[in-house]
């Protein structure tokens, strides 16, 4: 089966091969070498001054974050289920927040933003997703970043870029901090948290940490010295080493590149069979389409043609459909599920077969 699902997404074979030699001990200068290599090349990644990778999901570092970088009152932008996600950490936390909540497929308003950044002192970090994976838009997250700095440069601006770290170049010049996770992007199995962290975010780190296994300010001196304050997920770094050893032998320019033509040349080729992208402003890491026969349309990708595409969540569970183009992905199998998706409209009445998805994709994508 093929899985073109938006995370977890598949693990190539280089690096299951990689993650199968017999398991080091973490306190070793075998392992503090690899984990040093791998601090380079993620720093390389993230274009940022420091970074931590977590042993937990991509949420532990939303969590870390909200302890580590916001002491007074969190501005939370909710556009789906992982904005929601923030919002959620600082209630059981006790922590005060406001939300700007939208529709899924709007991305927040930033005047608006800085709107309410202005009228309200107690406001000392905002948290948003670069993607917001659950109906696949993309903030515009460099010009909050930017223009916050511009009025507040105390705020922390924490960017949830699990499913952007990898798909395109994040600017991180005004970000505080940024997030990813191992199985998006990275093509990792899932539970490894990356952080990103600039200047002030290591500022406020270094003054005061906050928590046990979250701690940043803790991980951050281990981590300056190659160990990590916890048993490091072992299997994991050497597999995110060769990932990214992996990713260096095009470059990450080619990645980035490949990852964005295939998605405007997905959602071009869906287009072109009378599907409506649902995100306002698509993000390059999934096509989301709204849908009645969404949920049709899977089932019949799985149980004839071998593809297994997401679904949506809450309200738009059984009417969203999510293609990932995170991650090497071979261009025949985007072709192929676009085909596949063309088959099925035909098979539900929709529409009849012509290859027209297929000619499309490979037309935009070539051209
Ligand atoms: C997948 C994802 C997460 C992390 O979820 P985990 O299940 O904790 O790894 C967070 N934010 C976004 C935008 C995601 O897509």
């Known amino acids: 089966m093929l899985l073109l699902t938006p995370g977890p997404t598949p693990v190539p074979e280089a690096i299951r091969v990689a993650m199968s030699t017999p398991t080091i001990h973490h306190r070793t200068p075998e392992f503090e070498a690899i984990f040093a290599e791998t601090r380079g090349y993620l720093k390389k990644l993230f274009d940022m001054e420091e970074v931590l990778m977590l042993a937990s999901s991509g949420t532990g570092a939303m969590e870390a974050c909200v302890l580590n970088l916001c002491h007074s009152k969190a501005l939370v932008v909710n556009s789906g289920k992982f904005g929601e996600r923030f919002g959620k950490i600082c209630e059981a936390y006790g922590k005060d927040f406001v939300e700007i909540k939208n529709e899924w497929n709007t991305p927040v308003d930033v005047e608006i933003l800085l709107d309410m950044v202005r009228k309200d ?97 803790i991980e951050l001196k281990n981590q300056r010295k190659n160990t990590t304050a916890w048993t490091a997920a072992t299997t994991l770094v050497i597999g995110l080493k060769a990932m990214l050893e992996l990713l260096e032998v095009d470059g990450l320019d080619k990645f980035y590149s490949d990852t964005k033509k295939r998605a405007l040349a997905t959602n071009e080729a869906l287009k072109a069979i009378g599907f409506h992208i649902y995100p306002k402003v698509p993000a390059l890491a999934m096509s989301a389409v709204l849908d009645d026969d969404a949920a049709k349309i899977r089932k019949i990708l799985k149980s004839k043609y071998g593809v297994n595409i997401a679904g949506g969540q809450d309200h738009i569970k059984e009417t969203l459909f999510r293609i990932n183009h995170m991650g090497l992905i071979e261009v025949y199998e985007t072709a192929w599920t676009l085909n596949a998706i063309e088959m099925a409209m035909s098979e539900l009445g929709r529409r009849t077969y012509d290859g027209t998805a297929n000619r499309v994709f490979t037309q935009e994508f070539y051209k």
């Open 121 to 217: 002192e107690q406001i000392d970090a905002i948290f948003v997703q670069v993607c917001e994976s659950a109906g696949g838009l993309r903030h515009p997250v460099e010009e909050i970043a930017k223009r916050v700095k511009a009025l507040r440069p105390s705020v922390m601006v924490v960017a949830d870029g699990i499913t952007a770290v990898g798909v395109e170049k994040v600017d991180a010049t005004y970000l505080d901090a940024l997030i990813s996770g191992s199985q998006k992007a990275l093509m990792l199995p899932p539970g490894l948290a990356l952080l990103g962290l600039n200047k002030a975010a290591l500022e406020m780190i270094e003054n005061k940490g906050v928590g046990y296994y979250f701690n940043l300010k």
